[in-house]
Nanobody, 123 residues
């Protein structure tokens, strides 16, 4: 059974930074793409960033240039460094481990999810 445990959320002022971590266990971490999604109150869960098993990354336009996803396969951990935070970044952030099929963009392409960590950006 795969477990994903996020940490690092919190309250920060606009323009500040946070780093989220997601520790994985249960299957060979290095062979799966890992992603971050976020869900704001009253809105659907949306794609933020993905780290492919081969090393590439991709970002939603809304976070490009401000957020950086990275992974440490030796620690079975994926990170999301968030800089220049804006109030509209406020959401619960989830990490997810992708299945071997489906588009990276859609949440139903992911087999496993963490419990989520709250990020609140004050203006």
């Amino acid at each position: 059974q795969v477990q994903l445990v996020e940490s690092g959320g919190g309250l920060v002022q606009a323009g500040g930074s946070l780093r989220l971590s997601c520790a994985a266990s249960g299957r060979t971490f290095s062979t799966y793409a890992m992603a971050w999604f976020r869900q704001a109150p009253g809105k659907e869960r949306r794609f933020v960033a993905i780290s492919w098993s081969g090393g590439g990354t991709y970002y939603a336009d809304s976070v490009k240039g401000r957020f950086t996803i990275s992974r440490d396969n030796a620690k079975n951990t994926v990170y999301l460094q968030m800089n220049s935070l804006k109030p509209e970044d406020t959401a619960v952030y989830y990490c997810a481990q992708k299945s071997n099929s489906g588009s990276y963009y859609y949440s139903n392409s992911y087999d496993y999810w963490g419990q989520g960590t709250q990020v609140t950006v004050s203006s």
